[in-house]
Each structure stands twice: as structure tokens, then as C-alpha cells.
T-cell receptor, first 116, second 113 residues
Framework: AQSVTQLGSHVSVSEGALVLLRCNYSSSVPPYLFWYVQYPNQGLQLLLKYTTGATLVKGINGFEAEFKKSETSFHLTKPSAHMSDAAEYFCAVILHGSGNTGKLIFGQGTTLQVKP | ETGVTQSPTHLIKTRGQQVTLRCSSQSGHNTVSWYQQALGQGPQFIFQYYREEENGRGNFPPRFSGLQFPNYSSELNVNALELDDSALYLC????????????FGPGTRLTVT
């Protein structure tokens, strides 16, 4: 079965430090890959996505992610954390190809805490 | 361009009751997907509608049903509510079922007592 694993349910960084949120997927065919952010009591907002082409993807708010097929990974990074980055982050995949729907498969989420 | 809206924001129901949650997609989006997000978990896919037909279903029982209307609105109906149905219910709309970004609404928080 296809799955998404986010390593670390909680990540804590200092303001200005590097943010690294890890995501690995399990799929026989490389899926479309997404990172979403969720602020308290709100819906999900797309940070970035990878479908085809360049494997380093830049998103909103200074975030980027790199698709590494050999490692089945799609880790999210930001060079310098800001207090406003504190939120829940979800990695998700969509399987594409014949017979597949746009079913987003989400990881369990990683809570990012940013300390002043 | 308006975003995805959902109503109501919060809802409290009793076990065994029925509930209808509503979603208004972005104009022109002919695909809507519904997700259930339990506390502390990632969203789980319930089903997707494309051009008013069910286009895929997750691992949810038949008491979870849906409708999509020509005016880009949709409904999620849940019968015979159980305590475990307490969750945040999210709808997301998109132009294409697979290729395009899904735009999420703010969700409906359902509490079953």
C-alpha cells in the first residue's frame, strides 16, 4: 500500500535557524508530491508541489523541497525560520496514471515550533 | 475569485443522528474532494466528485455519502453518527481530479456526543 512517512512529529528550531522537515513516500511509481501548511483552526494551504521537471521546487514563504527519486524523499527546507512559520506541516502524494483519482494521501504531520 | 467556503463552522450532534455539511467550490472547479481529519492526524480521503459523479472513494462506510451540484456546491452526508466521527471535515476543489492543485476550505468541526 502506498504511504507517506513524516519523520518527527514535532520539530523545534530557533528563530533564524534552518528548518528541515522530512518526508518519505512508498510507491512503485513516483507520485506527485505536495507540502501543505495548516495553522490552528484553519484549512490547508499549499506550500509547494512537484509533478515533473526540475527536482528542486520553490514554494511560498521561502520554503523549498527537493524530490530525490533514489531516496523516495521530498524533504522541506527553509534557510531561516520565522516565528510565523510555527504551524502543522503535511506532506502528501497523489498517485497518477490510469485509474487513479486525485486522492491526496497525507502523512501524519509535523508540528513546527519556532523559539525566539 | 472567491475561495472555498464551508458551512457550518462548528457543529455538535448526538450519536445516531444524521448530519449534512456543505461546501462551495471555487468558481469553475468541477472537482471536489472531501477529507476527514481526526485530532492530531493527517486528513483522510473520504471521496471525490467530478462533474457530479463519484470519482473515487476512500475507506469509509456507505453511511458517508455525498452530492455535487452544477453550481459548484457540494454536500457530505453522514448517517448514524458515531463518536469516532468527531473530526474536522475538509473539502477541497480543483479543476482537474489529478493534475491540479486542490484548494482547501477552512473546514467544519463536527463533535459527536
Amino acid at each position: 500500500a502506498q504511504s507517506v512517512t513524516q519523520l518527527g512529529s514535532h520539530v523545534s528550531v530557533s528563530e533564524g535557524a534552518l528548518v528541515l522537515l522530512r518526508c518519505n513516500y512508498s510507491s512503485s511509481v513516483p507520485p506527485y508530491l505536495f507540502w501543505y501548511v495548516q495553522y490552528p483552526n484553519q484549512g490547508l494551504q499549499l506550500l509547494l508541489k512537484y509533478t515533473t521537471g526540475a527536482t528542486l521546487v520553490k514554494g511560498i514563504n521561502g520554503f523549498e523541497a527537493e524530490f530525490k527519486k533514489s531516496e523516495t524523499s521530498f524533504h522541506l527546507t527553509k534557510p531561516s525560520a520565522h516565528m510565523s512559520d510555527a504551524a502543522e506541516y503535511f506532506c502528501a502524494v497523489i498517485l497518477h496514471g490510469s485509474g487513479n483519482t486525485g486522492k491526496l494521501i497525507f502523512g501524519q504531520g509535523t508540528t513546527l515550533q519556532v523559539k525566539p | 475569485e472567491t475561495g472555498v467556503t464551508q458551512s457550518p463552522t462548528h457543529l455538535i450532534k448526538t450519536r445516531g443522528q444524521q448530519v449534512t455539511l456543505r461546501c462551495s467550490s471555487q468558481s469553475g472547479h468541477n472537482t471536489v474532494s472531501w477529507y476527514q481529519q481526526a485530532l492530531g492526524q493527517g486528513p483522510q480521503f473520504i471521496f471525490q466528485y467530478y462533474r457530479e459523479e463519484e470519482n473515487g472513494r476512500g475507506n469509509f462506510p456507505p453511511r458517508f455519502s455525498g452530492l455535487q451540484f452544477p453550481n459548484y456546491s457540494s454536500e457530505l452526508n453522514v448517517n448514524a453518527l458515531e463518536l469516532d466521527d468527531s473530526a474536522l471535515y475538509l473539502c477541497a476543489s480543483s479543476l482537474d481530479p489529478v493534475r491540479d492543485e486542490q484548494y482547501f476550505g477552512p473546514g467544519t468541526r463536527l463533535t459527536v456526543t
